[in-house]
Each structure stands twice: as C-alpha cells, then as structure tokens.
C-alpha cells in the first residue's frame, strides 16, 4: 500500500511563511507528477501547484510569486513553500501523488489526510 502523510500547516500571521511537506511511502516504484490542493468549507478543491517527475512546475494564478512547490524523489516528498501568506491563503492543503506502484503499471493516485493553514490578519 501507498500513505502520503502531510505535515507543516499551522497557525501564521498575514506575510508570514510556511513549508508543508508530503511524504509518500509503501510500494512505491517511480511518482508522476505530484501536487498540492486545498479546500476551504463550501467551496470547491482547488489545484495550487504541480510538479512532474522531471521538475516542471504550474501554480494557479493567485500563488504565483509567492509558493514554490519541489520535490525530493530520493525521498518520495514533495513540499510547499509558502510566503508573503495572505489571509485568503487559509484553507485545509492536500497532497496529491500518482505513484507506479510497479515497473510496466500505470498511475494511481492517493491524497494525503490534509493539513490545516490558517493565516490571521
């Protein structure tokens, strides 16, 4: 089996910074591309950042300048920084991975349990 597990979230103030980290682990023979998302209550799951195996990166417009999103692939983790935090930026940050679980399968994708931004004014 596959688990990604997030960490990094927390409490900030507006301007402030934050790194969320994505660990994946289990059977695990290569990852795609990876990604982070977040979701605020009745509104829907918006992608943020993704980032293929090979390092191309794409952000959704609002984050653009001030998150980079990178990856570790000795390490199966890929990660999330996050500066200049606007109050808008607070939401629950999911991450995404589509792992070959092995050689000659395709993709599955997991999600991580999510981690709680909250950035204060």
């Known amino acids: 089996q596959v688990q990604l597990v997030e960490s990094g979230g927390g409490l900030v103030q507006a301007g402030g910074s934050l790194r969320l980290s994505c660990a994946a682990s289990?059977?695990?023979?290569?990852?795609?591309?990876m990604g982070w998302y977040r979701q605020t209550p009745g509104k829907q799951r918006e992608l943020v950042a993704t980032?293929?195996?090979?390092?191309?990166?794409n952000y959704v417009d609002s984050v653009k300048g001030r998150f980079t999103i990178s990856r570790d692939n000795a390490k199966n983790t890929v990660y999330l920084q996050m500066n200049s935090l606007k109050p808008e930026d607070t939401a629950v940050y999911y991450c995404?991975?589509?792992?070959?679980?092995?050689?000659?399968?395709?993709?599955?994708?997991?999600w991580g349990q999510g981690t709680q931004v909250t950035v204060s004014s």
């Open positions: 995404n991975a589509a792992v070959i679980r092995f050689y000659g399968w395709g993709p599955t994708l997991y």
């Open positions: 289990g059977n695990i023979f290569s990852i795609n591309n």
């Open positions: 980032i293929t195996s090979g390092g191309s990166t």
